[in-house]
């Protein structure tokens, strides 16, 4: 079966530090795909990033950046130098390939991330 | 663009009554789901559609909920005869009909049952 796990349910910092975002997955299958979603307190789920499992290169993206590891079966989220807009519960999501090219996600529970001045 | 929207964004009703949502997808994707959330959680996958096609349907879409897409355009979820356990965020994403796309979600309809 298909989980994912984010075992950090809140994180607090102080504006400009950086902050990781640890995710561990599980599935038993070889083709799948990886995405981090935020949601903030207005409660809509905004897309960060989609990674397939072919691909472990990580990724940056200004501020954020991605470390894919399919030895530990991990996709972790870096906040470099956080800012209090990032305040926000961030998602972890898995789905597998090949389901007629839909993306049934299985949502991690979040982590809480609270970035203070 | 103008995103997936859903109505209405809150909604309170009693035990034992009907309830319908709405979600509009962008309008070029033919994929829609629905999702549900409750307090400190995930979203749950429920139900997916293709076009006008209802696809899958998970565990938790007991028989008391309902979902439709008519015309493979907007959607409607039902819930009949709420029970105070259905109190959550009922979410809907849409993507596009490339594969495995990236879903867009919409800002969800907040239901509390009392």
């Known amino acids: 079966a298909q989980k994912v796990t984010q075992a950090q349910t809140e994180i607090s910092v102080v504006e400009k530090e950086d902050v990781t975002l640890d995710c561990v997955y599980e599935?038993?299958?070889?083709?799948?795909?990886l995405f981090w979603y935020k949601q903030p307190p207005s409660g809509e789920l905004v897309f960060l990033i989609r990674?397939?499992?072919?691909?472990?290169q990580n990724e940056i993206s200004g501020r954020y950046s991605w470390n894919f590891q399919k030895s530990t079966s991990s996709f972790n989220f870096t906040i470099t130098a956080s800012q209090v807009v990032d305040s926000a519960v961030y998602f972890c999501?898995?789905?597998?390939?090949?389901?007629?090219?839909?993306?049934?996600?299985?949502f991690g529970a979040g982590t809480r991330l609270a970035v203070h001045p | 663009d103008t995103g997936v929207s859903q109505d209405p964004r809150h909604k309170i009703t009693k035990r034992g009554q009907n309830v319908t949502f709405r979600c509009d997808p962008i309008s070029e994707h033919n994929r829609l789901y629905w999702y549900r959330q409750t307090l400190g959680q995930g979203p749950e996958f429920l139900t997916y559609f293709q076009n006008e096609a209802q696809l899958e349907k998970s565990r938790l879409l007991s028989d008391r909920f309902s979902a439709e897409r008519p015309k493979g355009s907007f959607s409607t979820l039902e819930i009949q005869r709420t029970e105070q356990g259905d109190s959550a965020m009922y979410l809907c994403a849409s993507s596009p009909p490339a594969a495995n796309e990236k879903l867009f979600f919409g800002s969800g309809t907040q239901l509390s049952v009392l």
């Open positions: 999501a898995l789905s597998e390939a090949g389901r007629g090219g839909y993306n049934k996600l299985i």
């Open positions: 990674r397939n499992s072919f691909d472990e």
């Open positions: 599935t038993r299958d070889t083709t799948y795909y």
